[in-house]
C-alpha cells in the first residue's frame, strides 16, 4: 500500500503564500493521478486540485489562479502551491492519490488569519 505525508501547513496571514507537499510511497506513484483536498469542520471533504501521470490538471474554481498543483515523478513528490491566500482557504488539506485504489494522507493545517 501506498504511504502519503504531507507536509508544509501553517499560519499565515491573508494574501500570503504557502507550499504544500506530499511525498509518496511505492512503485505506482508516476502513473497515478494525485489530489490535495481540503476540509473544515462540519464540512465534506472537497478537491482542491489534481494531477493526471501525464501532467493534466483541474482545479476547484475558489482557487484557480491563485493555485498551483505539481509533482517530481523523480522524488516521488507532489506540491501544492498557494498564493493569495484567503481566509476560507482555512483548512486541513489532504494529499490523495488515485490508481486501482485510492490513498489519504494524515492531513496537514493551513489557517489563514486577518
Known amino acids: 500500500q501506498v504511504q502519503l505525508v504531507e507536509s508544509g501547513g501553517g499560519l499565515v496571514q491573508s494574501g500570503g503564500s504557502l507550499r504544500l507537499s506530499c511525498s509518496a510511497s511505492g512503485r505506482i506513484f508516476s502513473v497515478a493521478t494525485m489530489a490535495w483536498y481540503r476540509q473544515t469542520p462540519g464540512k465534506q471533504r472537497e478537491l482542491v486540485a489534481m494531477?493526471?501521470?501525464?501532467?493534466?490538471?483541474n482545479y476547484a474554481d475558489s482557487v484557480k489562479d491563485r493555485f498551483t498543483i505539481s509533482r517530481d515523478n523523480s522524488k516521488n513528490m507532489v506540491y501544492l502551491q498557494m498564493y493569495n491566500l484567503e481566509i476560507e482557504d482555512t483548512a486541513v488539506y489532504y494529499c490523495?492519490?488515485?490508481?486501482?485504489?485510492?490513498?489519504w494522507g494524515k492531513g496537514t493545517q493551513v489557517t489563514v488569519s486577518s
Open positions: 494531477i493526471t501521470g501525464g501532467g493534466s490538471t
Open positions: 490523495n492519490l488515485k490508481w486501482m485504489y485510492e490513498a
